[in-house]
């Protein structure tokens, strides 16, 4: 399979290994340097300054807390003059507190400003990153989505998207600065004191990083743990919501509840692992980080009693050390949060390093429909290897023309209109449009040029209006009304409290299932394509809206090449060929009126759904009878119609 097309400005698709922080930033720094936006990259090198001037007033701080201590202490150089060192001894510590506050105001100031002006860098390349996956999500194939669950998919995304945040601010905000830091107190510190000093800092952050790399690693697994069971906890909540009905019809809130509390209890029991190993890490880090400020302090104590050393170096010692505290703890935090945010857009990168399984040929050009005319040239199909769907499928839909295709549930005459949207690619054969292969297509041109009626139609959750205009947006309100009464559904739109502002719900669920069905074919009408596909487009719709949407259908194809997946064969009785699909080939092909004569699986097909029709209008016309007061039913001779009106076990045997 050929790699997908990447745009220049975008890096390809890679995988996240495990802990690879070193590969994820090599494939971050294209969205925090991008190479069309001057703007950023200027934020980028304001917030470096910023850091080095926010580190440096971090390393002058403990300096000013020292000489102010001194001056309090009456150490360090003093006017010789009485009058002159009284002053001194008065204006010393406040001027070197003074001068302690300046720089912590200077530290905060230029930390938070490097913050605010990184900020807008980072959550470009959040937006770019949640961007670029959200695109490919919709670039991968149906199979893809059909094997996946949707919640589990935006969770996927959603953490993704706050992993990628995590480490963007992580590394330049809080990694970067960090190492710069120690190693400016380390070289503080060997000039200031000496080397015995470094190597108790060097012992306390070895040991320090070494604990806190052994105990992330033995809490990833945790985290990994705790995220599934959330996954699953999430898509068990959405699963539940949408088929909100289904669970009605069968009372089965208990069990959904239950079914619910079953995978929170899961991550319950991840989560509060979680925190107990955070916990241990922490105290952890409390502790091997006070052994190295203990070590330092008893040292610097010494001296000062051996006279080499102020008071001033002991606070100063101190302040170092907690100073260091700060980095050092960020360097385990850093640590930790980037693990975990590696952790949790593994599935993100995952699915970034997906290939599209149906891909443009190189060199595809756009589809030009001079006519309409489909062939389906010898079509092989198999979803699964060992499972061939269409053996051999061949037939011409010619240009103008409805051709509709029939067969037993499973016969593979949906997958016929999957085909020719090229959801998927062939096995064997080919399928052209007007003489142009559609595999050498583009997809954006082929799916313009169809329109396609579903047998379950799902709309998205906002206006009516919003959901016919999806078929051609740029179609103004009088096109998009115009499509609704073609489509016998602008009556029932205007009886609304909001028109066509009102909203259809979640899955278009407010809405009945054949006015669903109108709204879809209206956003077909609207889009106006040379070809249409009807897939069962009335299977949701009663008798009467049937023939009024029969009617719209037919004016609205009439003139365009038709291919209708039918169930109710009174819906294609005028179709031009009729083709008979059984185990994934034809059995069967030409007008209604043939097909009834060779009486075959068409023939049988036909006569058992006027079976059952001609049962269920014996039914309702038995229930009106009896509906009517005072009224005795005359005496039966006929025992052919005797069978007929007496009623339930002939009528459910006739439907079956």
Same mark, same amino acid.
């Given at each position: 399979m050929t790699a997908a097309h990447t745009p220049a400005d975008q890096p390809s698709a890679v995988s996240a290994d495990r802990g690879a922080l070193t590969a994820t930033i090599v494939h971050l720094w294209p969205y925090i340097w991008p190479s069309d936006r001057r703007d950023l990259k200027l934020r980028v090198l304001g917030a470096a300054v910023l850091l080095l001037l926010a580190k440096l007033a971090t390393i002058v701080t403990p300096f000013t807390f020292k000489w102010a201590t001194d001056a309090l202490a009456g150490k360090g150089s003093a006017p010789v003059g009485a009058d002159d060192w009284l002053a001194w001894a008065i204006a010393a510590p406040i001027v070197m507190t003074l001068a302690y506050g300046a720089m912590r105001i200077v530290m905060a100031v230029t930390t938070q400003l490097r913050d605010g002006v990184f900020a807008k860098v980072a959550m470009h390349a959040v937006r770019r990153l949640a961007f670029r996956t959200f695109v490919h999500m919709h670039e991968l194939s149906l199979r893809f989505h059909l094997e996946r669950k949707t919640g589990g998919l935006t969770r996927v995304l959603e953490r993704g998207r706050n992993g990628i945040e995590t480490i963007v601010r992580m590394v330049i905000l809080q990694l970067a600065p960090t190492i710069i830091e120690l190693a400016l107190i380390c070289g503080v510190l060997m000039w200031q004191f000496d080397w015995r000093y470094v190597a108790v800092i060097l012992v306390t952050v070895t040991c320090y990083l070494v604990y806190t790399y052994f105990a992330t690693e033995w809490r990833i697994g945790i985290r990994r743990k705790m995220n599934d069971s959330d996954t699953d906890a999430n898509v068990k909540a959405i699963d539940s919501l949408l088929n909100y009905e289904t669970v009605k019809y069968f009372s089965a809130e208990e069990r959904e509840a239950e079914r619910y509390d079953r995978a929170m209890a899961r991550y319950e029991k991840a989560s509060t692992s979680a925190y107990t190993s955070l916990a241990v890490l922490n105290a952890g880090q409390a502790i091997i980080f006070t052994f190295g400020l203990a070590a330092a302090m008893v040292m610097c104590a010494y001296e000062i009693r051996g006279g080499s050393k102020t008071v001033g170096d002991f606070v100063l010692i101190n302040a170092m050390m907690i100073q260091l505290y700060q980095p050092l703890n960020f360097m385990g935090m850093v640590y930790r949060e980037i693990k975990q945010a590696i952790t949790d857009i593994e599935l993100m990168f995952s699915i970034l390093g997906r290939p599209p399984e149906i891909i443009d040929v190189p060199g595809a050009k756009p589809l030009t429909v001079t006519a309409g005319d489909i062939r389906f040239d010898n079509v092989v199909f198999a979803y699964e290897a060992a499972r061939p769907i269409l053996k051999g499928i061949s037939f011409t839909v010619p240009a103008g023309k409805t051709v509709a295709v029939v067969g037993p549930s499973g016969a593979g005459k949906s997958t016929l209109s999957r085909l020719l949207y090229r959801f998927y690619d062939l096995s064997g054969g080919a399928i052209t449009i007007d003489g142009q292969d559609i595999a050498k297509v583009t997809q954006k041109s082929l799916r313009r040029a169809i329109g396609m009626v579903p047998q379950d139609t799902v709309l998205f959750n906002d206006t009516i209006r919003y959901n016919i205009r999806y078929g051609r947006w740029e179609a103004s309100d009088a096109e998009v009304e115009e499509a609704a009464s073609l489509a016998q559904i602008d009556g029932f739109i205007r009886l609304a409290p909001k028109g066509y502002e009102a909203e259809v719900g979640e899955r278009g669920l407010k809405l009945s299932g054949g006015e669903k069905q109108r709204v879809a074919i209206a956003r077909t009408?609207?889009?106006?394509?040379?070809?249409? %596909?009807?897939?069962?487009? #009335?299977?949701?719709?009663?008798? /009467?809206?049937?023939?009024? *949407?029969?009617? $719209?259908? &037919?004016? %609205?194809?009439?003139?365009? #090449?038709?291919?209708?997946?039918? /169930?109710?064969?009174?819906? *294609?009785?005028? $179709?031009? &060929?009729?083709?008979?699909?059984?185990?994934?080939?034809i059995v069967e092909r030409g007008s209604h009126h043939v097909l009834l004569a060779q009486n075959g699986l068409y023939a049988s097909m036909w006569n058992r759904q006027r079976e059952a029709e001609e049962a269920r209008e014996r039914l309702a016309r038995a229930a009106d009878e009896d509906a009517m007061p005072n009224r005795n039913p005359p005496p039966v001779e006929d025992p052919a119609l005797a069978q007929a009106a007496s009623p339930l076990p002939a009528v459910v045997d006739a439907a079956e």
């Open positions: 009408i609207l889009k106006g394509p040379p070809i249409l %596909v009807l897939d069962e487009a #009335t299977s949701a719709l009663d008798s /009467h809206t049937e023939k009024e *949407i029969q009617d $719209a259908l &037919e004016r %609205v194809s009439k003139g365009r #090449t038709t291919l209708v997946i039918a /169930h109710r064969l009174s819906t *294609i009785v005028g $179709a031009d &060929e009729i083709i008979v699909l059984d185990k994934g080939e």
